[in-house]
């Protein structure tokens, strides 16, 4: 039985509403759980803190992992652990100074020494770069920190 036309598009319209209705559902569920801004912030200022603890606590093993070389080839965590030379007394993750993309920098109050120099109780406030890779952040590759 062939239906005439006016019937034929009223039934694919009642057809068609409840596919729209579920896409439309799926979107907005999809766009809601999307990154934002201030979560990227939240996330990294987490990620920044673990890592600076670590730091603080000469638990190289830990930063390692937060580390953007430990992501590069070539590079291994022996040959990170003797980078070391700089004590941390005090660590202070701060805020988020800038994010952009997938490259940050995050202030960070640090009290050091290196005994090698004879400097003691040195206070700075680092601007500390990350980077995301693969979705999470690391602490950005660079020749020196201080």
């Not at 952009?100 to 920098?105: C, L, N, Y």
Request: charged share 25%; glycine share 4%.
């Amino acid at each position: 039985m062939k239906l005439p036309m006016f019937q034929r598009r009223r039934m694919l319209g009642r057809l068609a509403l409840p596919v729209l209705a579920a896409l439309a559902v799926g979107l907005t569920g999809c766009a809601s759980s999307a990154p934002t801004p201030a979560k990227d912030r939240e996330v990294l200022l987490q990620r920044a803190t673990v890592f600076w603890k670590s730091v603080q606590d000469n638990d190289a093993v830990t930063s390692w992992n937060y580390e953007e070389l430990s992501k590069k080839p070539g590079w291994t965590l022996q040959a990170y652990l003797k980078r070391e030379g700089i004590l941390y007394q005090a660590v202070q993750v701060l805020e988020v100074r800038s994010l952009e993309g997938d490259r940050a920098v995050v202030d960070v109050k640090v009290t050091y020494s290196i005994p090698v120099l004879r400097m003691m109780d040195q206070e700075v406030v680092l601007k500390d770069e990350w980077v995301r890779l693969d979705g999470a952040w690391y602490h950005a590759d660079r020749k020196s920190v201080l």
